[in-house]
């Protein structure tokens, strides 16, 4: 049970710390902000497949920007016990930026897994709901995601072996 507690306290403390490092990456580029984690249920989060994943969205969030011809003004990615962040700082419209990132969540074949947040100059997230797009699907089913978390419909080892399936098809076929 200590170790419970501990874990969920690692975690807790890891999403206060990504928050401040979020705020002072705004207020000191006075730009919109990408925030890139992965979508990892459980107390595991730092693992070498979820590091793939992690490199790989990553990689397709850079390329994204350079297709929309935008420069970032600064890039950082960390590896934690607590799962990988990312953080893009860009001169860019939040507003395209979110239909841009959701459209890489939509289409890309490990999208699913991907958690991008992004947020204006004044640190305010945007989120699909404000866009007028719909809600992320679960990974196992054709719930909502919340749905699916509220009401505990699936187990975390189906969750689990789902995103492993997943990066392993894509990694083995990439």
Known sequence: MDNIKAAINRILESREQRAERQRCLVELYKSSLISFTLNIPGFEKDHYI????FEEGMNALKELLANSECTPLYIDANYKSTGSEGFICVDMD?????ELVIHLEDTHDLGRIFDIDVFDRLWTGISRKDL???ERKCLLCDSTATVCRREAKHS????LL?????????????
């Open 162 to 174: 789902a995103i492993n399936s997943k990066a392993k098809v894509f990694f083995e076929n990439g």
């Open 132 to 134: 007028g797009y719909s």
């Open 50 to 53: 979820y590091r793939k994943v």
């Open 94 to 98: 939040p507003v395209k930026l979110k």
């Open 156 to 159: 975390l080892e189906e969750l």
